[in-house]
Nanobody, 123 residues
Framework: QVQLVESGGGLVQPGGSLRLSCAAS????????AGWFRQAPGKGREGIAC???????WYADSVKGRFTMSRENAKNTVHLQMNSLKPEDTAVYYC?????????????????WGQGTQVTVSS
């Protein structure tokens, strides 16, 4: 059984930083692509980042240059470092895993979802 467990969400002031983590069990995040999505109130879920098994990454324009995704193989975990946060980044953030090695240059086709973690950017 595959499980993805996110952590690291919370309340942060505009301009601040947060690091989200996603720990996987039942699936190797070393050999499979993984991504992050978010869903703001009243909006659809959008893909914002993806990392392929070879380390190549993709980012949505809305977060490019501010967010960085990384992989920690020894812990079967991926991270999302979020800097220069804006109020419009407020959303529930979801970790996602793919039964395949590549992101495909965009939001990945998701096979497994985490439960989500709330990020609120507000003064």
């Amino acid at each position: 059984q595959v499980q993805l467990v996110e952590s690291g969400g919370g309340l942060v002031q505009p301009g601040g930083s947060l690091r989200l983590s996603c720990a996987a069990s039942g699936l190797s995040l070393h050999y499979n692509a993984a991504g992050w999505f978010r869903q703001a109130p009243g909006k659809g879920r959008e893909g914002i980042a993806c990392i392929s098994s070879d380390g190549r990454s993709w980012y949505a324009d809305s977060v490019k240059g501010r967010f960085t995704m990384s992989r920690e193989n020894a812990k079967n975990t991926v991270h999302l470092q979020m800097n220069s946060l804006k109020p419009e980044d407020t959303a529930v953030y979801y970790c996602a895993a793919v039964l395949g090695s590549n992101c495909g240059g965009g939001p990945p086709p998701v096979d497994y979802w985490g439960q989500g973690t709330q990020v609120t950017v507000s003064s």
